[in-house]
């Protein structure tokens, strides 16, 4: 079992981002083959990059 650094009861949302999906958080590294950005849509709070 990996061991983390902060508990789970530790962990706190900061903020609530509704309609939002899509979010992976992961501690690998990942090799980026390309990107992009996109102008945000202004309806969620988003830096527009995208990934590959």
Partial sequence: MKKFKLK???IK???EI???GGYLATN???KVSS???EE???NM???GWCFF
């Fill in 35 to 37: 990107m992009y950005r």
């Fill in 18 to 20: 509704k309609g939002a």
């Fill in 45 to 47: 709070p988003d830096s």
């Fill in 40 to 42: 945000s849509n202004g």
């Fill in 28 to 30: 690998r590294i990942c």
């Fill in 8 to 10: 789970k009861e530790d």
């Fill in 13 to 15: 949302q900061l903020i």
